[in-house]
């Protein structure tokens, strides 16, 4: 059975997801890109993964700082994945913070520092396997910013 690539990514949009933006540091600068391909993997040891387009610019930069953050967004946060999806904001300056040597967006819901564990073969995407070395989760997180059917979507808790 032949499946469209269009029919694909459609029905796999009928699974609702949180939205994070993943940061990394290359020489003085800071990157980011919005992902949703995140997951736990494993308590022990602490696992976590990101699925990241091969050609994007972050693929490579990830895998040569060897260090990146996942940054969980707030329901308010839209206009940062935005930015950070390709689409940036002159008029947003998203403000920096650092926790265990890893730049992390400061306004999070949560951000979890990883170091590479191992990278793998995902067909058109890197799937970067990332052992937690440091979180940290805001006092008042507020409620997550959600993406389901190629849209945002707020829950409030």
Do not use: W
């Not at 994007?56 to 040569?64: F, H, N, Y």
């Not at 920096?96 to 073969?121: H, K, N, Q, W, Y």
């Not at 959600?146 to 849209?151: H, P, T, W």
Request: aromatic share 6%; charged share 25%; with cysteine.
């Amino acid at each position: 059975m032949s499946i469209d690539q269009r029919e694909f990514r459609a029905t796999m949009g009928l699974f609702a997801t949180g939205v994070t933006v993943i940061t990394a540091r290359s020489g003085e600068e800071t990157r980011g890109m919005t992902a949703n391909a995140v997951t736990s993997v494993s308590l022990e040891p602490l696992l976590l993964l990101v699925c990241i387009d091969r050609r994007a610019r972050m693929a490579g930069l990830i895998v040569e700082a060897e260090r990146f953050a996942v940054n969980i967004l707030r329901a308010d946060q839209e206009a940062l994945s935005r930015h950070f999806a390709g689409r940036p904001d002159p008029a947003l300056a998203p403000r920096f913070d650092e926790l265990a040597g890893t730049p992390i967006l400061a306004a999070s819901m949560a951000s979890l520092v990883c170091a590479i564990d191992r990278v793998l073969d995902g067909g058109d995407h890197l799937i970067v396997i990332g052992r937690v070395e440091a979180l940290r989760r805001a006092d008042d997180a507020g409620g997550p910013l959600l993406y389901y059917r190629g849209q945002y979507y707020q829950f409030m808790a």
